[in-house]
């Protein structure tokens, strides 16, 4: 049952690993700080904020957003950390927002387990001219846990928050906060629709959205896992441009005509915006039978965004199929595990018959039980799998597999789509099923591709010279597939291969001329790509931060790079190592991205100095591997890369088409 906190209240936490959920109604900053046992911040390495989201144990979100979830794993914390304070704040003064919090529904808190199941909420009410307030915190007391209530709120907002918290860098750090928000406002999105709650996981056909002509408004896009997300594209999507009002121009309603109310200044022969396509409909189900499938059924503006909001709608489908079978089968096991040990604390049931038929009955209602947690699921994987069927093949190439028909047609194409297809997800018990891995773009964070020896799923073994190779030939697939859904121009890579191990990998790359240059090979060539992308994000950075973006140099490229690196850490000094963490941590926000080809144990002799590195990338594997974490329902998903089929001619033939397209445009 959950406790519903007041002001001052406070509740025991009977678990570690928690998540923090806050809604809100209007996109605010959550920010966390760790405290000693009499409160005080040590440091701004003692805060999780936007501009850096990750603490031991603490996770929270980069962006602004109306509505957040924070991870938090009470285990982490080192034995310093005796309170984390959760922080919530209004963006920076100027901006399109609310300035206080009194504008605004109260704020509402929530602590939960990684179940869903919620421990405590706190509705903080009470809040006028308001912009930052301390809205829960968690303090350890005699080696146990608990939550407060706190709703202590700040008119100086983050600045004054953070200094009455006790850290001397609170100005500085209010800064960077509200500039690390400002980087990310443009790219906040909302979660996508919520699923069914009840057992029927049918999908329901989605309701024509209305645009502003006939009273409604365009519907936000999905997320990113994830987290995550990662501007100026609208909130639909990049290349998804919501209805925007016409103002003014020839025709414009005569002001002295306006009888009273807001004055309309659109042209009265002109429609504002289009409303969207129409959802396919799904044929009629038999008496009796859930619905057949359809794809693009989702909600969305295109039927891009529809196949996006559906794929992601199938991972929610799953993931929660399966963790309620598992909750059923664990509860079977605990009953079966409690009435035997009731059976056999009882001296009666040891003479005779007696013992062994209470054992028995108690393993027939365990197997009851599975079987029909089993029959559940069985039920909503036949939907699923029915539904994966329908949507596979409508995908476009750039959430489509390399075999996916939709690549035969490929064209290069004129706007940058919502996401890229990075491989498939699924789950033991439902192995049958492969969910689409969609990373929006652009892209948030850079990837790693691990070439170390992993186990595994199959049980199959592939040695250290075959990882290296097949790491290389996965992430020239990722780079072919992001230079194929990048309109002509706008998306350019390079390779640095020190000692040219990675050659017959890359020759899909090199023999079709797509790369920017050749791959540095030697301590020369990495020092000169190294030096100019390190170059080119600090030019950028000081002309966004002057307020000068188009201040860059004449002929200075614009389009997105990323750069492929190869067998690190061979040939790479203590200079490459620090502008590489420089281009992992700065890059992103910039246009530069980073894949990484490595094995982490063979850098171990740098120690700890590499871990933030390691952090702050997406770990890929090139053979299925069960290491992506679900912190939201505890599931570990199996992760399968998207590989190339053996034989097929689609890689060639996709960058022959976009080295052409690229002569054309450099023209």
Do not use: C
């Amino acid at each position: 049952m959950t406790a519903e906190l007041v002001r001052g209240q406070n509740h025991p936490l009977s678990q570690s690993r928690l998540e923090i959920r806050v809604s809100a109604g209007t996109p605010v900053v959550a920010v966390a700080a760790l405290g000693d046992e009499n409160g005080r911040i040590h440091g701004v390495e003692w805060v999780a904020h936007p501009g850096a989201p990750t603490q031991p144990g603490l996770e929270v979100s980069r962006q602004a957003a109306a509505d957040h979830r924070l991870a938090v794993d009470l285990d982490a914390m080192t034995d310093a950390v005796h309170r984390v304070s959760v922080l919530l704040a209004l963006p920076a003064p100027g901006g399109p927002g609310p300035a206080r919090f009194g504008a605004v529904a109260a704020p509402f808190v929530a602590v939960t387990g990684l179940d869903g199941g919620e421990i405590a909420s706190y509705t903080i009410t009470g809040l006028e001219a308001e912009s930052a307030v301390v809205a829960l915190e968690l303090y350890r007391r005699q080696g146990a846990w608990k939550v407060r209530a706190v709703g202590q709120g700040y008119a100086g907002g983050l600045t004054d928050l953070l200094t009455d918290q006790g850290l001397p860098e609170a100005v500085p750090l209010a800064g960077t906060i509200d500039e690390a928000v400002a980087r990310g406002l443009a790219r906040s999105v909302q979660a996508p629709p919520p699923r069914p709650a009840d057992g029927d996981r049918s999908r329901q056909p989605a309701a024509p959205a209305l645009g502003p002509d006939q009273g409604g408004t365009a519907p936000q896009g999905a997320p990113g896992p994830v987290p995550p997300s990662y501007g100026g594209q609208p909130a639909g999507g990049p290349g998804q441009t919501g209805p925007q009002p016409a103002y003014g121009g020839a025709g414009a309603a005569d002001p002295s005509a306006t009888t009273g109310g807001p004055i309309d200044y659109s042209h009265p022969g002109r429609r504002n915006s289009a409303p969207p396509p129409p959802p396919p409909t799904a044929p009629p189900a038999q008496p009796g039978q859930p619905a057949q499938p359809v794809a693009g059924d989702a909600t969305g503006w295109s039927m891009e965004e529809r196949l996006y909001n559906q794929v992601w709608g199938m991972f929610e489908d799953l993931a929660r199929t399966t963790a309620a079978y598992r909750s059923a089968v664990d509860f079977a096991e605990s009953r079966m595990d409690k009435e035997l040990e009731q059976t056999l604390s009882d001296p009666r049931s040891r003479i005779g018959g007696q013992g062994d038929a209470a054992r028995e009955a108690a393993r027939a209602r365990y197997t009851h039980l599975v079987d029909q947690a089993r029959e559940v699921l069985d039920r909503d994987l036949v939907q699923l799998v029915a539904e994966a069927d329908v949507v596979e093949p409508a995908l476009p190439p750039a959430f489509a597999r390399w075999d996916n028909p939709a690549w035969h047609a490929y064209r290069v194409p004129m706007e940058i789509p919502m996401a890229l297809r990075l491989g498939d997800l699924w789950l033991p018990e439902a192995d049958r099923i492969r969910i689409p891995m969609l990373l929006r773009l652009p892209l948030e964070r850079g990837l790693w591709i691990d070439s170390g020896r992993a186990d595994s799923v199959d049980g199959s073994f592939t040695d250290s010279h075959d990882m290296r190779r097949l790491a290389m030939e996965t992430a020239v697939a990722h780079a072919a597939r992001l230079l194929a859904v990048y309109p002509a121009g706008e998306f350019t890579v390079h390779v640095i291969d020190p000692a040219g191990s990675g050659a017959q990998p890359l020759a899909p790359l090199t023999q079709t001329g797509v790369l920017a240059a050749p791959p540095a090979q030697g301590a020369a060539g990495v020092t000169d790509v190294l030096g100019r992308l390190t170059q080119r994000v600090d030019l950028v950075q000081m002309a966004l931060r002057g307020g000068a973006p188009d201040a860059l140099p004449p002929g200075f490229d614009t389009s997105q790079q990323l750069l492929i690196v190869n067998d690190f850490p061979h040939g790479f000094d203590d200079r490459a190592v620090n502008q590489l963490r420089y281009l992992a941590d700065e890059g992103p926000a910039v246009g530069v991205h980073l894949m990484m080809v490595a094995d982490r144990e063979e850098s171990a002799g740098y120690g700890p100095l590499l871990d933030p590195l390691w952090r702050s990338l997406l770990r890929l594997t090139s053979v299925p591997d069960d290491h992506l974490a679900d912190p939201w329902v505890g599931h570990a998903w199996t992760y399968e890369p998207p590989l190339v089929p053996p034989g097929s001619q689609v890689l060639h033939q996709v960058l022959t088409q976009v080295a052409a397209a690229r002569r054309s445009w450099d023209r």
